[in-house]
Each structure stands twice: as C-alpha cells, then as structure tokens.
C-alpha cells in the first residue's frame, strides 16, 4: 500500500496570499497518478486535481498541481474567502487507493 | 448532472449488519465504476470498495475484507455495499464516488452528501 504523506498539517494564511501544499508518497505513483481534493465543512469532498496537474471541470486556474514520482505539490496562487477548508490528495497508480491525512487550510 | 444519494445509515448495534445503497442520476451509469469512501467523525478519508462498471471485479480495503460485499444494479442505477461484523471504528460517514479510470486505478469525480453509520450499543 503506498502510504501519503502531506505537510503542513495546518496552514494559516489571509485571502491573496498564495497556498502551497505538499503530499509525499512512500514509493513512486505510477502515470503520476494523483489527485487532490478540497472539503468543506459539513460537505463531501471535491475533486480539484486529477492526473498530478490537470484541472477538473469548473475548478479555478488559480488552483494547480505538479510534481512526479513521489512529491507533489497543490498550489492556489491567491487565495479566495470560499478556498478554506481541507485538502487531500488521493493516489490511484497502486494496489489499492489511499489518501493522505489532509491539510487544514485556515483563514489566518 | 451528476447526481450521487445514498441512503441506509443509521444506528446499528455492534456486531450487527447494515446495506448502503447509492442512487445515481445524470450520467450512463453503467459505463463508470463506483466507490465508497468513508470518513469518521473528525478524521480523514478512506478507500473502502469499488466495483467496476459491469460489477465483474471488486475491490476491498484489507482492513475490511470478509466483512463487505459491493453490488450494482445497472438495470436501476444503483450500488450497494454490505456491511457485516460492525464495529465502534466502523462509525463513520459513507459517501458514494463515480470513478474514472480502470481496474481500481480511479480518481473520484462526483460525491455524494453522504450516509452516517453509528455503531452503537
């Protein structure tokens, strides 16, 4: 099982500033594939990321993954009010599927 | 639009059984896997079954195989997943997810609201 590994576990920041978030596999993910996830409070998850760095339907561009391997990277460049909450990422290139223990993203 | 109910939460006691099922509207059901994820009460997500758009293949997760079975119904848009043998740690909330991708190599597209299990003496 590939074990996800995100830091920080908690992220204070102010609307406009930028968010960086990182999720560190336990070995390589196979076709980069990895997704990230945003969570609201009280609501399901989103998906956000899909394939290490494509955008899924609607999401803004100011939302954007990279990375390969085993380190990835969630970026949002300027952070709205709506963008708080909890984020996840999500490998499916092993055996079975597993998530990292989320990054709480908090209105500093 | 896609559109993901589930239903069958509630209180159950230890060791006792409990079926989720999961409505989908607004896409060809029949062409997609489907999952379940779940998440306890103040926890991260787990991956805990997925079926592959025919129902030919079913993934477990370890900690829980022998205890789940995953189904579908094309004819009606609907999945399932039984649960028996429950325990306090299973108390958690059930979401329903569409895969896209192959053989359990699935990102989740579309969520549903969820379904609560307490497990509860």
């Known amino acids: 099982e590939i074990v996800l590994t995100q830091s920080p576990g908690t992220l204070s920041l102010s609307p406009g500033e930028r968010a960086t978030v990182s999720c560190r596999a336990s070995?390589?993910?196979?076709?980069?594939?990895l997704g990230w996830y945003q969570q609201k409070a009280g609501q399901a998850p989103r998906l956000l990321i899909y394939?290490?760095?494509s955008r899924a339907t609607g999401i803004p561009d100011r939302f954007s993954g990279s990375g390969s391997g085993t380190d990835f990277t969630l970026t949002i460049s300027r952070l709205e009010p709506e963008d708080f909450g909890v984020y996840y990422c999500?490998?499916?290139?092993?055996?079975?599927?597993?998530f990292g223990q989320g990054t709480r993203l908090d209105i500093k | 639009e896609v559109q993901l109910m589930e239903s069958g939460g509630g209180l159950v006691q230890p060791g006792g059984s409990l079926t989720l099922s999961c409505a989908a509207s607004?896409?060809?059901?029949?062409?997609?896997?489907m999952n379940w994820v779940r998440q306890a009460p103040g926890k991260g997500l787990e991956w805990v079954s997925s079926?592959?758009?025919?129902?030919?293949?079913?993934y477990y997760a370890d900690s829980l195989k022998g205890r789940l079975t995953i189904s579908r119904d094309n004819a009606e848009n609907l999945f399932y997943l039984r649960m028996n043998g429950l325990t306090v740690e299973d108390t958690a909330i059930y979401y329903c997810?569409?895969?896209?991708?192959?053989?359990?190599?699935?990102?989740?597209?579309?969520w549903g609201q969820g379904t609560l299990i307490t497990v509860s003496s």
């Open positions: 999500q490998q499916y290139g092993g055996s079975s599927i597993t």
């Open positions: 070995q390589s993910v196979s076709s980069n594939s």
């Open positions: 394939g290490a760095s």
């Open positions: 607004g896409f060809a059901f029949s062409n997609f896997a």
């Open positions: 079926i592959t758009s025919s129902g030919a293949y079913k």
């Open positions: 997810a569409r895969g896209i991708g192959n053989h359990l190599k699935y990102y989740l597209d579309s």
